[in-house]
């Protein structure tokens, strides 16, 4: 059997013009690929694939045909063949291809390259192949997805009333996320009284988790619209955050009825506490007539 392989080598290579007795005769293809290791990222910003690029070396002087094939248990593409000159090389690029929201997971991949004709000539006598050998990688993420009712809400001065606020985990993996109230102070400094500004859930993916913040509104001289405005990011990734709001109306507080009597006759509370007292039923309710009558001509 030896004999009769080399003999049939000895006949194909008698075709071939070799130009230097040094030179390699027998096919030969070489592989290489610049990394072992392949990441894909399949977040929304992560475009859900990645390029291996590779190298097929012929060190013989014949010019080769080249069969490529990948195995891998994602999506791929690949050049299926390829035409290396003699002593030369030819690169080509394998790019792996992840589905959307992909479980985080590893796995092997394998890049096969063989000689499949020399000088045109099918080459089937022996093997002439070579093989490279990593991993893919898909990575985790955690994408936020953040909801509240946006409707404008009225309140009355010093009510109480409570903020839903709908967090999603919209990555492929469980996360931890924080929500916050945003403009913390400016409420605080306008006389709101929150229970709690923030708070940090773990989710698991495609789940969503619903948070309740109460709080009781300023009591404003005059009718006052602010905007009320949570925020939400997951702990692995701050620059991916999300917000929204809703405005939020709040009533003036309701006058003192005494201090409007008072302050249409030019007197503080105590003094005209004293006249309505000391001046009897009839004075005290005429001239709480006669002051409503004012104020309503007003």
């Known amino acids: 059997m030896r004999r009769a392989l080399l003999a049939a080598v000895v006949v194909l290579l008698s075709s071939f013009s070799v130009p230097a007795t040094s030179a390699q005769v027998l096919p030969e293809v070489i592989l290489n690929c610049e990394q072992t290791d392949i990441n894909i990222d399949v977040s929304p910003s992560g475009g ?9 070396e012929n060190p013989s002087s014949l010019t ?6 990948v195995e891998v248990d994602i999506g791929n593409s690949y050049p299926s063949s390829l035409t290396i000159p003699p002593n030369g090389e030819t690169e080509f690029q394998v790019t792996f291809i992840a589905d959307a929201n992909a479980q985080p997971m590893s796995m092997v991949f394998n890049i096969t390259a063989e000689v499949t004709a020399v000088n045109g000539i099918i080459w089937s006598w022996a093997s002439a192949d070579d093989e ?10 955690h994408y936020i997805a953040l909801d509240m009712n946006s409707m404008t809400r009225n309140l009355e001065a010093g009510k109480s009333d409570t903020v839903l606020v709908e967090l999603t985990n919209q990555g492929n993996e469980a996360g931890e996320f924080n929500v916050f109230l945003n403009e913390e102070m400016s409420l605080e400094n306008a006389g709101f009284v929150w229970e709690q500004y923030s708070a940090t859930v773990t989710i698991d993916p495609d789940d969503t988790v619903t948070l309740s913040f109460n ?34 109306n709040v009533e003036a507080a309701p006058k003192d009825t005494l201090g409007t009597v008072g302050s249409v ?20 309710l005429l001239l ?9 001509k007003a």
Do not use: W
Request: include cysteine; glycine fraction near 12%; charge should be negative.
């Open 265 to 284: 006759i030019g007197l503080d509370d105590q003094t005209t506490m004293m006249i309505i007292i000391g001046g009897g039923g009839g004075l005290g």
């Open 288 to 296: 709480v007539m006669m002051v409503v009558l004012k104020v309503g």
């Open 48 to 56: 859900r694939t990645a390029t291996l690029n590779c190298i097929a």
């Open 64 to 69: 080769e045909d080249v069969d490529i094939s």
């Open 215 to 248: 709080f009781t509104a300023p009591s404003p001289e005059e009718a006052t619209e602010f905007q009320i405005e949570f925020c939400g990011y997951a702990k692995s990734d701050a620059t991916n955050d999300k917000c929204d709001s809703f405005k939020l």
């Open 132 to 141: 490279f050998s990593g991993n893919v990688h898909i990575l985790p993420f």
